[in-house]
């Protein structure tokens, strides 16, 4: 209700008054009559204009909620919704022999936490890597590996050196025009299945994999399915034959396209004049190969915004085939990535590399904790600290990317990661770490599960009931997120739990108290705040610590 005198809770019977034939002030005072008495916590029901009311007792809803919420632990706000029911997310896809930088940060964070957010709920979630490992640009590194490539540089730095080769060869092609038909002839080669262009390419994919390995490691982050561009290059032949027999391949300058004037959309290429193939026929095998091996009932691509008229395109392309991907397949764009205040190193032009992006992070982390166990002379060894600042540094990034409406541009800013006291994964962990501290203090076992009911028997606070009511809400904002595919939901829901904490525990003493029932209700609520605090830190990647 929109004034806490109207009740906690509201339940409108407008839809059922059609149904029932009767009037939603009559059905709200039957149900009323029916319900009262019977509903726990709930101390009175009230129909009001077509509306019930309910009103809690708050210090049994306090103790039913927090009890329930530390029985549940790290399962809060879980459900067996998706059971049965099997979701593909596809994000990260990096270019093979080219950095890994922050756009591609934006799509790997995403795609995860939405990963945890389905598999939370109960679905079967694949995780796949759809890598950048084809095209005409491969053709291009097999030309500037067999003319400048330096075996020993490759190995130390693969990356580097592979970025060094295609540099030049983009510069070199500038006047000699003849290295872009001998590319062409290269790629030829490999969708050919040449011995030595698939060697060539194979190295340059391993070598990447390794150099891309050491991120994700560090992201938390592992796959069920790297089956890149390449994987559905074979396949592409059964599409050509699918649409030809539907009479849907049309040429146009030599290439070969699908019409999709019908959907208001430009025509689709799938073969190229050379007879080559392209990124969206590769898109288009994969949405079949998928729905044979998987059987989905959600594909979902998290890709930059930009790539939206190219999987409208594709998903045109696959419902003519018959494969209904308008129904099932759904593009998650998400914005730019832009810095306020940030200077790094880059290899070319403006690329910001993800690992200096972390390691960066971390060292100004490493800085702020070190101050404050001087400043305060805590025990904190420099190998906790090390710890520490590792999964906050990780974790300042991970939440920049998650908080706000994946649509809107992220503008990196220092104070705003590291900020301990805001919109940050800092004031999250802390609020975690706080309740950790108060709970060694108790003597309570902060990975108790308990489910007895705790306190409250002496009445609660505004605070302590709006703060309990906030982490109700926990499992409604899982929901949410994964509705409308934006964690921002559940991290948006997790900085409000830990504003409404700091301020509980800022006004009132937990420990320093005379009174045994409320610090039992105190420890109590601290024990359910660091539960939901970790489950949901957790859904978006960031791993808790317990001391910073």
């Not at 009890?67 to 593909?88: N, P, Q, V, W, Y």
Request: hydrophobic share 35%; proline share 3%; aromatic share 10%.
């Amino acid at each position: 209700p929109p004034r806490s005198s109207m009740g906690d809770y509201a339940f409108p019977c407008f839809a059922l008054s059609k149904t029932l034939r009767r009037s939603p002030q009559q059905i709200a005072e039957e149900l009323s009559g029916k319900l009262s008495g019977r509903l726990g916590f709930i101390d009175r029901i009230q129909a009001a204009g077509g509306y019930l009311n309910f009103f809690a007792t708050p210090s049994g809803f306090c103790s039913d909620v927090t009890s329930a919420i530390i029985s549940e632990g790290d399962d809060i706000g879980s459900s067996d919704e998706g059971k049965g029911r099997t979701i593909l997310v596809e994000y990260s896809s990096p270019n093979i022999a080219k950095p890994f930088h922050v756009g591609h940060a934006f799509t790997t964070i995403l795609g995860q936490a939405l990963y945890n957010i389905y598999k939370h709920l109960g679905y079967d979630v694949f995780r796949l890597n759809h890598l950048g490992d084809y095209g005409t640009q491969f053709g291009k590194l097999i030309s500037a590996y067999k003319r400048w490539g330096d075996d020993t540089a490759l190995n130390d730095h693969p990356i580097n050196e592979l970025l060094r080769i295609y540099v030049r060869f983009h510069e070199e092609a500038k006047t000699d025009p003849s290295l872009d038909n001998e590319a062409r002839e290269y790629f030829k080669n490999l969708e050919n299945g040449e011995p030595e262009e698939k060697k060539l390419w194979k190295l340059f994919r391993d070598l990447s994999l390794k150099e891309f390995s050491a991120i994700y490691n560090r992201l938390g982050i592992v796959f069920d399915d790297l089956n890149g561009e390449s994987f559905y290059s074979d396949k592409i032949h059964e599409i050509v034959a699918l649409l030809e027999e539907k009479g849907l391949l049309t040429e146009s300058d030599g290439a070969k396209v699908v019409m999709l004037d019908d959907f208001g959309l430009p025509p689709c290429i799938i073969l190229k004049s050379d007879g080559t193939t392209i990124y969206a026929s590769r898109d288009i095998a994969a949405i079949l190969y998928r729905k044979r091996k998987y059987g989905y009932e959600k594909n979902i691509y998290v890709v930059g915004n930009p790539q939206a008229l190219h999987f409208k395109q594709v998903f045109a392309v696959a419902d003519k085939l018959g494969l209904d991907a308008s129904g099932s397949c759904v593009h998650v764009g998400f914005g730019l990535v832009k810095f306020a205040d940030m200077k790094f190193s880059t290899r070319e032009g403006n690329i910001i590399l993800q690992e200096e992006l972390l390691n960066e992070c971390v060292k100004k982390t490493t800085e702020i904790i070190k101050k404050n166990r001087d400043e305060r002379k805590t025990d904190m060894t420099d190998q906790e600290l090390s710890e520490a600042a590792e999964k906050i540094g990780t974790a300042a990034v991970i939440y920049t990317f998650c908080r706000n409406s994946r649509e809107r541009d992220i503008v990196f800013s220092w104070d705003e990661m590291l900020d301990f006291d805001g919109d940050s994964a800092p004031y999250l962990m802390y609020t975690y770490a706080r309740c950790q501290s108060v709970l060694r203090k108790a003597g309570a076992d902060p990975a108790d599960e308990g489910s007895e009911r705790v306190g409250f028997q002496k009445g609660v606070t505004d605070e302590e009931y709006e703060l309990v009511k906030l982490m109700y809400g926990f499992g409604d904002a899982v929901k949410k997120s994964a509705e409308a595919y934006e964690p921002y939901i559940l991290v948006r829901q997790l900085n409000f739990i830990a504003r409404s904490f700091n301020k509980f525990y800022n006004n009132r003493p937990v420990l320093n108290c005379e009174d045994p029932d409320k610090v039992a209700s105190g420890v109590n609520i601290c024990r359910a705040v660091s539960t939901v605090m970790s489950a949901g830190m957790k859904l978006i990647g960031i791993s808790p610590v317990e001391r910073m």
